[in-house]
């Protein structure tokens, strides 16, 4: 899965209401980070009885220390939060030496366990979690931009998938389906502006602009064509230019069928000369890349007069 709300009154994420602190108060406490999998423990004793469980990359507030041990308030899910005692091992301090590597480490590893077919279960939570904090924790460090980026791309993912499998994702409108949450692509913008990040996320928000379902009518794929189309003048220099100007020739050339179904020649003439525009650019502009390959495809399949959408077989 590579490139792969308690919404309580918050310090840090996490809510105090429920840990009766006080702002001040809660302020001089230490956070840390959890960049292994933890147990929390009534008392500072492996043998006490087990509180709960504490996932990589969720956020403690630590209240005291015993030798070893860490007496601890945790954000143990999202609603949850338990006070108990932990080892005092893999928790990141924002003083820790290199603890933007360390969380960005158990991040990538956690993503690598999410892509193989037996990794451990809940791997892709933990890697958005842990990216996440890299950027929290450590705001100036060269791995912030990406890391949060990589944070918002996994649950984008998973937002993504969980609202496919949902009916009203065969809505034709955009605004009749759910669509993903947008604030954490629109985090990664804010925070860092003019970077290929900051590009990537506002590729991914496109998603939410686009049809359920065509329905075989030209409306949707025209207005989803120039929205490509615009992302690809807006922002020449991200990665994902050549996929946008991709996808929007791609649906230029489906138009070329769609508009004759609506008898209507002339426009069916126009969107394949924007096909042929279109895909020309990206063969020009991304010669080695897949993009280029698939633009290069599309133009012959489009000068060879098989259609790219509808009935494909002749």
């Not at 998938?161 to 949902?166: E, I, N």
């Not at 599309?298 to 494909?312: A, D, F, H, S, V």
């Amino acid at each position: 899965m590579r490139h792969f709300t308690t919404r309580i009154l918050c310090l840090a994420g996490l809510p105090l209401l429920v840990f009766g602190l006080s702002v001040a108060k809660a302020a001089e406490y230490q956070r840390g980070a959890m960049m292994r999998g933890a147990q929390l423990y009534i008392s500072p004793d492996p043998t006490s009885a087990k509180l709960s469980d504490v996932e990589r990359g969720r956020e403690v507030v630590i209240l005291e220390t015993s030798r070893e041990w860490l007496h601890v308030t945790a954000n143990v899910t999202e609603e949850r939060t338990v006070t108990g005692w932990m080892l005092d091992k893999g928790v990141v301090r924002t003083s820790t030496p290199d603890g933007d590597k360390i969380l960005y480490g158990e991040g990538v590893d956690s993503e690598d366990q999410a892509s193989r077919r037996r990794g451990r279960q809940g791997a892709a939570q933990d890697a958005m979690r842990l990216y996440y904090r890299v950027s929290e924790y450590f705001p100036k460090s060269p791995l912030a931009g990406e890391a949060l980026y990589r944070s918002a791309d996994i649950r984008w993912q998973i937002e993504k998938s969980d609202v496919s499998a949902r009916p009203s994702a065969k809505e034709r409108e955009p605004f009749l389906r759910e669509g993903m949450d947008e604030k954490f692509m629109k985090e990664v913008i804010k925070k860092f502006p003019g970077t290929k990040w900051a590009d990537l996320a506002a590729f991914h928000l496109i998603d939410n602009k686009l049809c359920g379902d065509w329905q075989g009518s030209s409306k949707c794929p025209t207005k989803e064509a120039e929205i490509y189309e615009k992302y690809g003048s807006e922002h020449p220099q991200s990665p994902a230019a050549a996929e946008a100007l991709y996808d929007a020739a791609w649906r230029w050339s489906a138009l070329i069928e769609i508009y004759k179904t609506e008898n209507e020649s002339k426009k069916s003439e126009e969107s394949k000369s924007k096909a042929i525009a279109t895909a020309q650019k990206v063969v020009a502009q991304s010669p080695q890349t897949d993009w280029g390959a698939r633009a290069q495809r599309l133009l012959y399949l489009i000068q060879q007069k098989i259609p790219t959408y509808g009935n494909t077989t002749e």
